[in-house]
T-cell receptor, first 114, second 113 residues
């Protein structure tokens, strides 16, 4: 089936530094990638939608300068959390629509900012 | 953003019991999806529903797309310990394609052996 590989699975960073999260589609071309944020015991909240070769679309209330999204190829989308602060600590998940398998999710990245 | 109304929020059941959870919306969705999420993992698709009234099974799981297109339910029969996890419903206004999903808040299922 269609697989989205997400890395890293866990990252701890110091406040003020930037962290990059990668999502790769392994056996299909992902023209679109959705990026979600999930707080403990809560549902997935869509942050932004990236489309290959064009600017990402951000949901209301999401700072585009803080959460930089790049979708430079059909198999790779990245989310960079810039100047991270403790309140950015969360579980970040990517997802890509596929023709045969609906939406495929990455395994998530647990970000802890200390 | 908009979310679906999913209930119950949590369930504690004995192994072997059947489970039912549902999602409702004030607006129409043309695709309903049910996912399971284990701790520290991304959601995994269980069942996808594309037609109003559709009843679809996947092993011990059965889900239905409501006739009004504003609700869906998921049943799990003869629960086992590995059914533990958080179940999410998700709706899409279109059918397939790359339109974004709207998620329910999840149902946390605990199965006691």
């Amino acid at each position: 089936g269609a697989v989205v590989s997400q890395h890293p699975s866990r990252v701890i960073c110091k406040s003020g530094t930037s962290v990059k999260i990668e999502c790769r589609s392994l056996d299909f071309q992902a023209t679109t990638m959705f990026w979600y944020r999930q707080f403990p015991k809560q549902s997935l909240m869509l942050m932004a939608t990236s489309n290959e070769g064009s600017k990402a679309t951000y949901e209301q209330g999401v700072e585009k300068d803080k959460f930089l999204i790049n979708h430079a190829s059909l198999t790779l989308s990245t989310l960079t959390v810039t100047s991270a602060h403790p309140e950015d600590s969360s579980f970040y998940i990517c997802s890509a629509p596929t023709r045969e398998y609906g939406y495929t999710f990455g395994s998530g990245t647990r970000l802890t900012v200390v | 953003g908009q979310q679906l109304n999913q209930s119950p929020q949590s369930m504690f059941i004995q192994e072997g019991e059947d489970v039912s959870m549902n999602c409702t919306s004030s607006s129409i969705f043309n695709t309903w999806l049910w996912y399971k999420q284990d701790p520290g993992e991304g959601p995994v698709l269980l069942i996808a529903l594309y037609k109003a009234g559709e009843l679809t099974s996947n092993g011990r799981l059965t889900a239905q797309f409501g006739i009004t297109r504003k609700d869906s339910f998921l049943n799990i029969s003869a629960s086992i310990p590995s059914d533990v996890g958080i179940y999410f419903c998700a709706g899409q206004r279109g059918q397939g394609g790359s339109e974004k999903l709207v998620f329910g808040k999840g149902t946390k299922l605990t199965v006691n052996p």
